[in-house]
Nanobody, 123 residues
């Protein structure tokens, strides 16, 4: 059973930056993703990265501001978040997919999830 642990969340003013990390207990052998969930909202896709980091996808709402990357030697995926806005406030979840996927933006495509880390952006 793969364990995922997020870190790096916190409170930041609008326009600021945060870097989230997700450490896996073992190699995931596949794609990784970041999702977020705000109070009263459904979990939404944020960013995707394939097994070797050669392919990335982003939600339109974060494109140009967020960057996903991974270090397979450390079994770790990162999310650099710049120019943060109050609407980015949510619990951010790291996820791992072990299967070939075509729906990278859907939570059901992923097999493992972290516990989440809170990101709060004040105005």
């Amino acid at each position: 059973q793969v364990q995922l642990l997020e870190s790096g969340g916190g409170l930041v003013q609008a326009g600021g930056s945060l870097r989230l990390s997700c450490a896996a207990s073992e190699r995931t052998f596949g794609s990784m993703g970041w999702f977020r969930q705000a109070p009263g909202k459904e979990r939404e896709f944020v960013a995707f990265i394939n097994w070797n980091g050669g392919t990335t996808y982003y939600a339109e709402s974060v494109k140009g501001r967020f960057t996903i990357s991974r270090d397979n030697a450390k079994n770790t995926v990162y999310l650099q978040m710049n120019s943060l806005k109050p609407e980015d406030t949510a619990v951010y979840y790291c996820s791992a997919g072990t299967r070939r996927m075509t729906s990278y933006n859907l939570p059901e495509a992923y097999d493992y999830w972290g516990q989440g880390t809170q990101v709060t952006v004040s105005s």
